[in-house]
């Protein structure tokens, strides 16, 4: 999401002059779009912010804005601590960066924070989205209403809101223009979308229909969703829609019950698998991933072995896993924290089985010709970038007038991130 609303504030700021700039070293204006679901973030932003004033020591100092959800949850203190600093923006408001941009201008610091989706969401009609990349993102749903003792995001990002139906389908449309194969539908809760109109209701469904329409779209994914909003509907669109990729990004977080109602997910162990398998009685070839917190307050030996019997039962092709990161403000701030070792040594235990299944997953498509959407060349090489149908990356040799195409590609080897291969001469798939 980070990605889309950099892009976003890309188009805004064109408006009055700015464009991206091809030089990290020459700008008049950064903005850093900060992440603060785990530590260390703010961190990481006085180490880029530091990074960049030593580069200007002796040039004209350029504008330093620092937008996302550090920004959100850390205005004051960046403010204060460093003055390099001049602008701090929270997600619901960059919308706003020109105006902010102007007052600077006129000598006036800025904390940008307040929370006004809507709004944001209203100004972004009106502005072109430029992205041209053969895969795009599109943001449908932000915030959360779900409260899950750990995460930060309720605070950051604030209450769930969906845009309004028409207003994705227009943006989608731009997209398609601009060269969009591929859309991914982005939220914090993308499965939860929901908007009403005329006594109607959209769902995410809905929107996953109406997408299936453009004839120029091949394909069409969504993250990040949540097991409680995988309903009946949205299962369905995977017997019916021939776009949607069958892979899905379905986060856990914990194999263990007691774990789960710790963490206040709103759902059991027994709720995934049943959705699992649910869809993979509609396509057996669907393929999962998931997210895991590991070393949750009140995580036991007897927990965390569930978590591992789960990722043996259920071979997930690629996830994340962490430790767990207390955050400022969440119930789990408040708890007892596993003891650092304990949760090392689980993590590295779970990661092995992980990447096994993923490693086990590469290796299967070895010797296949999968379909692979040819998405850029790479910088520096003669070899081009794409992805199969399981958000896999691939590494191909291939052809300029190959990008924005499904081809063959002979999948020769693979590590545990990358497929490598050779498209298959005049065995165009799309
Ligand atoms: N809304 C999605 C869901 O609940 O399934 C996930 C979105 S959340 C922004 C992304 C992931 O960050 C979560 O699935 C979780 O694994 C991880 N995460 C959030 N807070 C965390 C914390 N305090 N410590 C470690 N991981 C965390
Ligand atoms: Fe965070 Fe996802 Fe839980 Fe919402 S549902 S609080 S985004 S982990």
Known sequence: M?????????????DIGYEKSKDQNNADCYVINTCHIRDKAKEKVFHEVGRIKKNYSNKKKPIMIIAGCVAQAE???????????DVVIGPQSYHKINKILDNFQK????????????SKFDFLENVKNSDNNVSSFLTIQEGCDKFCHFCVVPYTRGPECSRPFRTIIKEAEELIKNGAKEITL??????AYNFYQNDNEFKISNLLNELEKYSELKRIRY??????????DLIECYKTNKKLMPFIHLPIQSGSDKVLKLMNRKHNVEHYVNIYNKLININPSIKFSSDFIIGYPGEEKDDFEKTLKLVNEIKFINSFSFIFSSRPGTIASKLKEVDEKI??????MLQSILFKNQINHNKSLENKEIDVLVENKISGQNKYFGRNEYFNSVIFEADKKDIGKIVK????????????????NNMKAA
């Open 2 to 14: 980070n990605e889309y609303d950099s892009n976003r504030i890309g188009d805004i700021v064109k």
């Open 75 to 85: 205005s004051e203190e960046i403010l204060k601590r460093e003055p390099f600093i």
């Open 107 to 118: 000598n006036k610091k800025a904390d940008e924070t307040e929370f006004d989706t809507i």
């Open 186 to 191: 982005l939220g914090q809760n993308v499965n």
């Open 223 to 232: 993250t990040t969703s949540h097991p409680v909003d995988m309903t009946e």
């Open 343 to 348: 949760s090392k040594e689980r993590l590295i």
């Open 409 to 424: 590609v002979n999948i020769e080897n693979s590590n545990q991130n990358t497929l490598f291969g050779k498209i298959k």
